[in-house]
């Protein structure tokens, strides 16, 4: 009976660190989804350099990453060479570089960030497809 209760106290507890991190999840993807209906100014969902440039700035306590910066991380959410490539950043690919907190990262790590930006994004289109990327 001991170990019975053990276990159903276990589950229990795993089920609510699940239950906590879905809530984080949805907060940080309401945060984002603010930030998003802040800064898009043509209010077509989407991003343009600039109005990622003033997120970048908000997310960064006030202050502007230098331009060269802001156009790398840009090209990178843009999907470069690897999915739409429009211009543009939706809300998919700002979710997935404020998840990884790229704004964050030094630019000496620019190179592995890059790469698990590209294994998250072919992820994620294979997901939409039912296919798997090569």
């Not at 211009?87 to 998919?92: C, E, K, N, R, V």
């Not at 998840?99 to 698990?116: G, K, N, Q, W």
Request: charged share 40%; proline share 2%; aromatic share 2%.
């Amino acid at each position: 009976m001991a170990a019975a209760a053990a276990s159903a106290h276990a589950m229990n507890q795993a089920t609510k660190k699940r239950h906590e991190a879905a809530r984080k999840r949805q907060e940080e993807e309401y945060k984002i989804m603010k930030l998003m209906n802040k800064y898009d100014k043509s209010k077509d969902g989407k991003l343009d350099k600039k109005e990622f440039g003033d997120l970048l700035q908000e997310v960064n306590d006030g202050v502007r990453p230098p331009d060269e910066e802001i156009t790398h991380i840009y090209q990178v959410a843009d999907r470069e060479g690897q999915g739409d490539k429009d211009g543009t950043l939706d809300l998919q690919e700002v979710k997935v570089m404020t998840s990884l907190r790229c704004i964050a990262l030094r630019p000496d790590v620019r190179e592995e960030r890059d790469r698990i930006m590209a294994s998250i994004l072919a992820e994620q289109r294979s997901d939409r497809r039912g296919v798997q990327e090569v």
